[in-house]
């Protein structure tokens, strides 16, 4: 695997980054989950588009254009010759001193990292995912917004902790006034009386690309869809739960802190919409020469 650092290719045995890099030392940096469909980067323009608006939020200035951002992650899947992969771009502050001061960092670095992608098992698609609710709350976005999608993520890896000690694989954050915002790493949506709901990334979310593309599709096929603020009785009392984003794509929930969704099976709006979803993967995005086959 060749992993691109600052312009260069270089093996994954010689990637590393000093340990006066402000993303080590205080997590001073952003990120984003890519993933590329049979060389098809799906949505690769509006996953740089929200990394260099949370650049744009924390002050962060990025040595590359958008346009040099977009054709350096087309060249490091070139490079690494691979069609089905998970991308994880990273922009960290820089080496600077021991100082919380960002002035210290000379250049922030830009590291592309691809991988061969590990799925959740597919009978989590089958059978559908059992969650719970946690006590950690999603961090407010009057203070760190969660619309950045920042290298602090202790806050989700807390959750995912909490989420494996009541043996799940995921839990749902919810803010300072109990309303529901998002899994660790995804967003969510309800469906009651025929309706799609999710909240609106104001409560505290990450306004996802997938979750973006799930009420795209909705209007396209004439679902009613809304953003709308929900408590966990709503998810408890949905029709049908599922999660979105980039690695699990669509993901169906059939139990919430116990409570049986729906009948307990995955269901046919969840279906319905996961069907769209993969139909477009491998053709809205930006290609690859040589990698893409239709
Ligand atoms: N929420 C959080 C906190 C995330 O880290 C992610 C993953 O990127 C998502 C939601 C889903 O976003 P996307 O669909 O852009 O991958």
């Known amino acids: 695997t060749l992993v691109y650092l600052d312009g260069e290719f270089v093996p994954k045995s010689k990637a590393v980054v000093s340990v006066f890099d402000h993303g080590f030392l205080y997590g001073d940096g952003i990120f984003e989950g890519i993933r590329c469909y049979g060389g098809n980067v799906f949505c690769l323009h509006e996953h740089i588009v929200r990394l260099y608006e949370s650049a744009k939020s924390i002050l962060l200035d990025i040595p590359l254009t958008i346009e040099e951002m977009e054709q350096a992650v087309v060249d490091t899947l070139q490079a690494n010759g691979m069609a089905d992969a998970y991308i994880r771009l990273i922009v960290s502050r820089g080496v600077g001193n021991l100082g919380l001061d960002p002035r210290s960092c000379a250049r922030s670095s830009v590291i592309i990292i691809t991988e061969a992608l590990s799925l959740f098992p597919q009978a989590f698609y089958e059978q559908g995912l059992s969650i719970v609710t946690v006590p950690t709350r999603r961090n407010i976005p009057d203070a760190l917004n969660p619309k950045i999608k920042s290298l602090n993520y202790l806050n989700n890896i807390l959750v995912k902790m909490e989420a494996a000690r009541a043996g799940v694989h995921e839990a749902l954050m919810l803010?300072?006034?109990?309303?529901?915002?998002?899994?660790?790493?995804?967003?969510?949506?309800?469906?009651?009386?025929?309706?799609?709901?999710?909240?609106?990334?104001?409560?505290?979310?990450?306004?996802?690309?997938?979750?973006?593309?799930?009420?795209?599709?909705?209007?396209?096929?004439?679902?009613?869809?809304?953003?709308?603020?929900?408590?966990?009785?709503?998810?408890?009392?949905?029709?049908?739960?599922?999660?979105?984003?980039?690695?699990?794509?669509?993901?169906?929930?059939?139990?919430?802190?116990?409570r049986t969704i729906g009948n307990g099976q995955p269901g046919e709006m969840t279906q319905r919409l996961t069907e769209a979803f993969r139909g477009i993967t491998h053709q809205r995005g930006t290609k690859v020469p040589e990698l893409y086959t239709a």
């Open 175 to 258: 803010n300072q006034d109990g309303y529901v915002c998002e899994g660790s790493g995804d967003n969510i949506f309800l469906v009651k009386n025929g309706k799609v709901i999710t909240p609106p990334t104001y409560l505290g979310a990450l306004e996802g690309i997938t979750r973006n593309i799930v009420i795209e599709l909705c209007a396209e096929l004439g679902i009613p869809c809304e953003e709308k603020p929900f408590t966990r009785h709503d998810v408890y009392v949905a029709d049908e739960v599922f999660l979105t984003g980039t690695a699990a794509e669509m993901i169906p929930v059939i139990d919430c802190d116990g």
